[in-house]
């Protein structure tokens, strides 16, 4: 079975600085791939990243950055200069080639709150 | 690119009447697609699953008769929750993907559903 656990049920940030979410990930395939989606107050999930089982190298998308490290099975998403548009829930997905990378499985999120 | 309009965005119905969610891609033919229940505070709950032309594919404790799920297209899936009662009131969201399992699913902004 795959499991996507997130442990923070919600994150502080000032304004301009960096925050880390955490989520690490459970699943005996060896080929899956990892997702953040950020939904804020009025509901849409927005894509941020992906970083696939077999990438070398960390994903970068603008200010978001994925922390994989694959041995501790773990993906977190890493925010730089937050800026208060990023208050929202922000959710760690996995898809595994068992599913044939079909089904999404959602962890329970982290609602992060930007301050001025 | 990669737009998902999922309408009508909110519904308020009495007890014992259907209601249908349409979620179309836009800008892209969706192999597969996927309805997903959220409840408030609370992470994702796939639903079911549907490609183009072949019956949906219901999550486990999920009533077919009761969510009926129609892919006609490439482009257009739609939701209907039939004889609607107030525990069906809920946040629905659909998701489309193209193949390719690097491939993020891209959201509609959801339909909030409230049974009267």
């Known amino acids: 079975a795959q499991k996507i656990t997130q442990t923070q049920p919600g994150m502080f940030v000032q304004e301009k600085e960096a925050v880390t979410l955490d989520c690490t990930y459970d699943?005996?395939?060896?080929?899956?791939?990892l997702f953040w989606y950020k939904q804020p107050s009025s509901g849409e999930m927005i894509f941020l990243i992906y970083?696939?089982?077999?990438?070398?190298q960390n994903a970068t998308e603008g200010r978001y950055s994925l922390n994989f490290q694959k041995a501790r099975k773990s993906a977190n998403l890493v925010i730089s200069a937050s800026q208060l548009g990023d208050s929202a829930m922000y959710f760690c997905?996995?898809?595994?080639?068992?599913?044939?990378?079909?089904?999404?499985?959602f962890g329970t999120g982290t609602r992060l709150l930007v301050s001025p | 690119g990669a737009v998902v309009s999922q309408h009508p965005s909110r519904v308020i119905c009495k007890s014992g009447t259907s209601v249908k969610i349409e979620c179309r891609s836009l800008?892209?033919?969706?192999?597969?697609m996927f309805w997903y229940r959220q409840f408030p505070k609370k992470s994702l709950m796939l639903m079911a699953t549907?490609?183009?032309?072949?019956?949906?594919?219901?999550e486990q404790g999920v009533e077919k008769d009761k969510f009926l799920i129609n892919h006609a297209s490439l482009t257009l899936s739609t939701l209907t929750v039939t004889s609607a009662h107030p525990e069906d009131s809920s946040f629905y969201i659909c998701?489309?993907?193209?193949?390719?399992?690097?491939?993020?699913?891209?959201f509609g902004d959801g339909t909030r559903l409230s049974i009267l």
């Open positions: 998701s489309a993907m193209t193949g390719g399992s690097n491939q993020p699913q891209h």
């Open positions: 699943t005996s395939d060896q080929s899956y791939g």
């Open positions: 970083q696939g089982s077999y990438d070398e």
């Open positions: 997905a996995m898809r595994v080639s068992s599913t044939g990378f079909q089904k999404l499985v």
């Open positions: 800008d892209f033919q969706a192999t597969t």
């Open positions: 549907s490609n183009e032309g072949s019956k949906a594919t219901y």
